[in-house]
């Protein structure tokens, strides 16, 4: 057993004690010789329980007396087990004695910092991300669908255009609505949106403004269904020469215009279905021209900038901005249809940015509301001051600064560890 044989090492200690003839001091080791072998017939058993019992309490050994034979060992072995809450009783207050300082500072260690600083917990509060919750299909009793929104996707939209209202995005002056020449007819007005529309596909707001200007200053006549059956399809890919694909828009705007003066008497068609029967017109350009031309909001407008930021935000988890439109078509209220394109595209431009996300400027950021927002880093610094002793010029101070923890986390995971959606508009300005 493992206490017998340190009990018998106990008592071979005790004995070479006894044995070396040197006088034992101290009132530990007095002790100790009352039970060295030889020591037994002087002591009597209540002496020995005694000075045993003293013994134990301030011995730092495991066992509570040290046995002189194999037999007494495994006596004191069961004793020592049997003692087992006093020896529990002795660490607890050894501990209590000497370590208070040492508990005091473990407690102090792990006291969370927003039970200490009040102010800490509430800025810890701010920058606290919300989950990702985004819209749910719950089946009702009457078994009609019905899609609950995001949680918080009122406070995330007012906030959004909280900060829009501050800063100016190249959709609110150049934006595809307000390109056509409001001091033509309503009919060529209507047919200037759908070639704006046209021209901004791929292509950064402030390009398309250009071409546009282009079109209706140096055609003859203006931008109208006319002049670009009239134009020579060299002249006209020369004027768009700067949007991205400007040689199939060419192609595709010439014939957009026959098919308008066939058609549709040289107007644009008031329908979804008819705008995207003409070529190279999407469902985002029908739904958004039928918005700004017509004046009716029968469907959303999905580009790169509202089907990337919804996802960041959480609202859903969709692949493809036509799974973005029905998605957010189920539950968004429709007098918002015609705001958020134009909310979501100059957010994208200023501050939601495809590549280099600006979430320090971000409202959303600051509150938690985005589950998708990037922290920086932030290095805290500290300033040590030595002190040195020159014996010419007496005594100086100089200022060390050196850099300590890291704070923070970096850029949070991406929506279902799919890659980062880029926007298309800047590979293809950069390509042109």
């Known amino acids: 057993m493992r206490t017998s044989r340190i009990a018998q090492d106990s008592a071979r200690l005790i004995g070479s004690l006894s044995s070396t003839g040197r006088p034992l001091r101290s009132t530990r080791a007095k002790k100790l010789q009352g039970f060295a072998p030889g020591a037994s017939t002087t002591a009597s058993p209540q002496q020995r329980d005694q000075v045993g019992e003293e013994f134990y309490l301030e011995s730092d050994s495991d066992l509570s007396t040290a046995p002189s034979s194999p037999q007494e060992s495994n006596d004191v072995a069961h004793t020592a087990i049997l003692n087992g809450d006093r020896k529990r009783k002795r660490n607890s207050e050894i501990a209590t004695t000497n370590k208070n300082t040492v508990v005091e500072e473990t407690v102090t260690t792990r006291t ?7 102010e800490v917990a509430k800025g810890s509060a701010k920058t606290k991300k919300t989950r990702r919750q985004p819209a749910k299909k719950i089946k009702l009793p009457d078994g009609v669908d019905k899609v609950e929104p995001p949680i918080n996707w009122e406070e995330v939209y007012e906030s959004t255009q909280e900060m829009r209202r501050e800063v100016i995005a190249p959709v609110d002056t150049m934006g595809c609505e307000s390109l056509a020449e409001p001091t033509q007819p309503r009919k060529v007005q209507r047919f200037q949106t759908l070639v704006a529309l046209m021209l901004s596909s791929q292509t950064k707001d402030t390009v398309t403004a250009v071409a546009m200007k282009r079109l209706q200053e140096e055609l003859r006549g203006g931008l109208t269904v006319q002049a670009i059956l009239a134009v020579e399809p060299t ?3 020369t004027l768009i020469g700067k949007v991205g694909f400007h040689n199939v828009k060419t192609k595709n705007i010439k014939r957009v215009a026959q098919i308008l003066a066939d058609d549709f008497d040289s107007d644009i068609p008031p329908t979804i279905d008819g705008l995207t029967s003409l070529p190279g017109v999407g469902p985002k350009m029908a739904y958004l021209c039928m918005s700004s031309a017509w004046g009716r909001d029968e469907g959303i407008g999905v580009d790169v900038h509202v ?7 959480g609202w859903h988890k969709t692949n493809t901005p036509e799974e973005t439109r029905a998605s957010l078509e189920a539950w968004l ?3 918002k249809w015609h705001n958020i394109n ?3 595209v100059g957010f994208g431009q200023t501050i939601c940015t495809p590549v ?3 979430c320090g400027e971000c409202t959303l950021a600051e509150k938690g509301l985005c589950p998708s927002a990037v922290v920086a880093k932030t290095v805290k610094k500290r300033v040590k001051k030595e002190a040195v002793t020159d014996a010419d010029a007496g005594t100086d101070m100089i200022v060390k600064e050196e850099k300590v923890a890291t704070v923070g986390e970096v850029e949070v995971e991406d929506v279902e560890n799919r890659a980062p959606i880029g926007d298309i508009e800047d590979l293809l300005s950069a390509s042109t």
């Open 112 to 118: 969370s910092p927003r039970e200490k600083d009040p």
């Open 235 to 237: 002249l006209l890919n």
């Open 307 to 313: 089907h990337r930021i919804t996802n960041l935000w």
């Open 333 to 335: 209220p429709r007098e």
């Open 342 to 344: 134009h909310l979501l």
């Open 356 to 358: 280099g996300r600006k």
